[in-house]
């Protein structure tokens, strides 16, 4: 039961069952995708959230506000079917939105899973990450791409459903783990990265040494035949 006061006079409206259902579909699917959005503002560059994540969110606002005001008498509208309508837009904006944040912390998992792995060989990898080449790479590379892809390719906005949504949500909530997983093991990265550069460094020294041993013996056998 929600009160309001307009011109000094309460007035009590409560939503219909069918209406309260939907209410809690939108404030269960909101909830998941602010966690989100807080989530990917923390690392995207700049922590900034992208632009058509918030009209969205704007979007749904105005749809819900155009509700409170039927309710409440304010607007000239205030049939069930208007106020269903505009409950259904909340909830199609909301469930965009929800996709759109997935598309881009997704996008900002596996950049940066990337990035940081580039940093290092291969054997670097192997050795601080065993499971990397075996499970985690094939996941990441094709099996989560391609799960990802078809859940995209199965969106109706016509006919949202929260199924597809927790879905995808489970899916970059592994990579999430990978990635955490990742920045685990970066000092064992470092690590073997810096005794790797150590000994190419020693073996161009040792290479270098030999390569001035062997010409100062030819000069020397040179000038000593000439």
């Known amino acids: 039961m929600v009160k309001t006061s307009s011109n000094e006079s309460h007035q009590e ?5 069918k209406e309260t259902a939907k209410l809690r579909d939108i404030v269960e699917l909101y909830g998941a995708v602010k966690a989100t959005v807080l989530f990917g503002e923390e690392i995207s560059p700049g922590n900034v959230t992208l632009p058509q994540i918030l009209k969205e969110l704007r979007d749904a606002f105005d749809h819900f506000m155009r509700v409170v005001a039927a309710k409440t008498n304010i607007s000239g509208e205030s049939s069930e079917e208007y106020i269903e309508k505009n409950l259904d837009k909340v909830f199609d904006h909301v469930f965009r939105c929800a996709y759109d944040v997935l598309d881009w912390v997704s996008i900002i998992l596996r950049s940066r899973i990337q990035n940081e792995l580039n940093k290092h060989s291969a054997s670097a990898i192997a050795a601080s990450l065993p499971t990397y080449y075996t499970t985690i790479r094939p996941r990441l590379e094709n099996i989560i791409p391609q799960e990802i892809a078809r859940i995209r390719g199965m969106k109706d906005i016509g006919a949202p459903e929260q199924r597809s949504i927790l879905e995808y949500t489970n899916y970059v909530a592994e990579i999430r783990q990978y990635w955490e997983t990742i920045a685990g093991v970066k000092p064992s990265l470092n690590d073997y990265s810096r005794k790797e550069k150590g000994e190419k460094t020693r073996e161009r020294i040792i ?12 000069g020397i056998g040179l000038i000593i035949f000439f």
Do not use: E, R
Request: charged residues 0%; glycine residues 6%; hydrophobic residues 70%.
């Open 207 to 218: 290479y270098a040494l030999i390569s001035a041993a062997i010409t100062g013996v030819l």
């Open 13 to 17: 409206f409560l939503f219909a069952p």
